[in-house]
């Protein structure tokens, strides 16, 4: 099952987006969520995991005070409120499930851990 990411657009440095990601209960309540992006010429990278074990959350330190990680269950959507937007935050982002673990692994996120990736969402941080 692929999961969809919606909610990009064009933002100016220092502005925000919240990004949503929809799957099914049973997507939600079987494995950690994690949320990724891809600029051009560059390797996917991990932004944000969310535990659906314990609702925990692990952010890379690339985002980390600026970005914020939720889910809502009764809507079946995981978020991402990204504030304090920067150009180099431009990129497609992906949200996809970790390929067993409901939680999110101490190491961090690695695209190898994941799948169901769906189509992305285009961020562009400009002014």
């Known amino acids: 099952v692929q999961l969809q990411a919606s909610g990009g657009g064009l933002a100016k440095p220092g502005g925000s987006l919240r990004l949503s990601c929809v799957a099914s209960k049973s997507t939600l309540d079987r494995y950690a969520i994690g949320w990724f992006r891809q600029a051009p010429g560059e390797e996917r990278e991990g932004v944000a995991c969310?535990?659906?074990?314990?609702?925990?959350?692990r952010y890379e330190d690339s985002v980390k005070g600026r970005f914020t990680i939720s889910r809502d269950k009764a809507k079946n959507t995981v978020f991402l409120q990204m504030n304090s937007l920067k150009a180099e935050d431009t990129a497609v982002y992906y949200c996809?499930?970790?390929?067993?673990?409901?939680?999110?692994?101490?190491?961090?996120?690695?695209?190898?851990?994941?799948?169901?990736w769906g189509r992305g969402t285009q961020v562009t941080v400009s002014s």
């Open positions: 969310i535990s659906s074990r314990d609702g925990s959350k």
């Open positions: 996809a499930t970790d390929r067993w673990a409901d939680y999110c692994r101490e190491y961090g996120l690695l695209v190898a851990d994941f799948q169901s």
